[in-house]
């Protein structure tokens, strides 16, 4: 299992994800403690990707003499769902979208060609992040200097062929090459209709060239509080859908989200002390 670089901290992990780490640390290093065997990983769930790892791995160590087919599942899980999936967790800004990407397939590169034509065309099918406008995001943030630059010439060039910003843009999903040696070559750039991310709206051309020459610190960017995580989105969006329907203007629909977002918080922090009252109580 390959998590260098990821700063996994155990203590901030539920049990389902908990259980996954332990389970494959143990099966890649052939040494776990004896209340694994205990621990249950939890009902199987095709919805639920993460627990049904857990299960897989579970019955693959339960099995002494497993099929070459529960290995390749296995081998996968190891090499690149479980270290995809902890980069995702740890490091969740819109800015390492891209490169969660380009992990996922180079980690995969290891696969047999007959297994990498069934896994290929689903990943062309969810490449998201790698559209020109994300894809800059993470160029912008990139340890190489270059690499930087490179994004706000792109950005200043899509500035100039949309200058006033307000164009009906039409998504179109990339191609991917598969054979790219970076992420930034992952699409044709010339194939590509590049428009100017609208995160970055709020910064002039000659300010993002200047920010670049001098280096500034991208800490400081607002964009990367965006997550990448595609289920947090989907809250997102699920909950701007639900005040469209119940909320009639902008400021209505804005105190709707803001006070369910509030609601939640609270409920959340009873749901906690009504668990801990128990576990004192027992």
Known sequence: MLL????????????????????CTTISSGVGSSDLAERQPGTLNLALWLKTANRILRLYISTSSPLNELITLVVFILRVYVPSWF?????????????????????????????????E???SRNVYFVAPENMILSMLTDERCHIRTLAARRIIKAREIFPDGN???????????????????????Q??????????RHISSHELLKMIQDDVPMDGWDFIKFPS???????????????????????????FIRATLESRKINVTILVRKRLQKIVLL
Do not use: M
């Open 4 to 23: 260098t670089g990821v700063g996994i901290d155990p203590t901030n992990l539920s049990c389902d994800q908990k259980y996954l780490f332990d389970i």
């Open 87 to 119: 980069r995702i967790k740890f490091h969740h800004s819109i800015k390492d979208s891209t490169r969660h990407f380009w992990h996922f397939i180079s980690s995969s590169r290891y696969l047999p060609r007959k297994y990498r034509d069934i896994i």
């Open 121 to 123: 065309p689903v990943i």
């Open 167 to 189: 164009c009906v843009r039409r998504f179109v999903i990339p191609a991917v090459n598969f054979q790219a040696t970076d992420y930034v070559d992952l699409i044709d750039w």
């Open 191 to 200: 194939a590509c209709n590049v428009t100017p991310p609208t995160s970055l």
């Open 229 to 255: 995580h595609t289920q947090a989105i989907e809250r997102i969006v699920k909950l701007i859908t639900e005040a469209s329907r119940r909320r009639v203007g902008l400021q209505k629909r804005n105190l």
